[in-house]
């Protein structure tokens, strides 16, 4: 065999290593057509986390009355920014708090998001005042703010070009289902506290005299 013949060879065998990183290009290649391996247990946590951020803008509807009767001398006005505060942060963070999430990592402003929420959920759920419970509102506006766009970032990479409208889709809903799940719980909520109570309440009325009925021993 002539060395130019071998040359010829050698130039239409590709190299070991060659083979070896164009067989990786082709599975990941794959790998991202077919999505993440997790791609429904991520779904899962993010319409999750999601759905309780979206939750929080609804179900304070309901209950502005309760909170009103566990804040005394607190005006209409007042229990409004309860709601509004949320509304208004919630509204105006949004689209930046995406924004900054592409340039800085999405992940790390999801995390963020979460911590600053749960906590603003504990501030909520202690406040002293109606005051401390609006600013803890607030606080908690801005983490959901973080949550909701990044949430629907994270799931775009996990699933197929061909699944993104489906994904989409799936988001919405959640958010659709938050919007309608939010009066609904707090109502059945509401009913189950005042079940728990009744016992009580009737166990009152029997050890209170003036509250027997006449005959009564």
Request: charged content about 15%; overall charge positive.
């Amino acid at each position: 065999m002539s060395n130019a013949e071998a040359a010829g060879l050698d130039a239409a065998v590709p190299p070991a290593a060659g083979g070896r990183q164009a067989a990786g290009a082709a599975a990941s290649g794959a790998s991202m057509e077919e999505g993440h391996p997790a791609r429904w247990w991520i779904m899962t946590v993010l319409a999750a986390v999601a759905f309780m951020a979206q939750l929080d803008l609804f179900i304070v509807n309901v209950a502005l009355p309760v909170i009103g009767r566990s804040y005394s001398g607190s005006s209409l006005s007042g229990l409004s920014w309860v709601l509004n505060a949320y509304a208004i942060i919630f509204a105006a963070l949004l689209v930046p708090a995406g924004r900054l999430a592409d340039h800085f990592g999405r992940r790390r402003f999801l995390l963020a998001g979460v911590a600053v929420f749960t906590l603003a959920s504990a501030a909520c759920a202690a406040a002293p005042t109606l005051g401390v419970l609006i600013a803890a509102r607030a606080v908690q506006a801005a983490g959901a703010a973080l949550i909701v766009p990044t949430s629907l970032g994270l799931l775009y990479p996990a699933f197929a070009k061909r699944q993104h409208a489906m994904v989409v889709g799936i988001w919405a809903g959640v958010g659709a289902v938050a919007a309608t799940a939010g009066p609904a719980g707090w109502r059945a909520a509401r009913r189950a506290f005042l079940a728990m109570d009744l016992p009580d309440q009737r166990a009152d009325r029997g050890r209170d005299p003036a509250r027997r009925p006449e005959g009564a021993a």
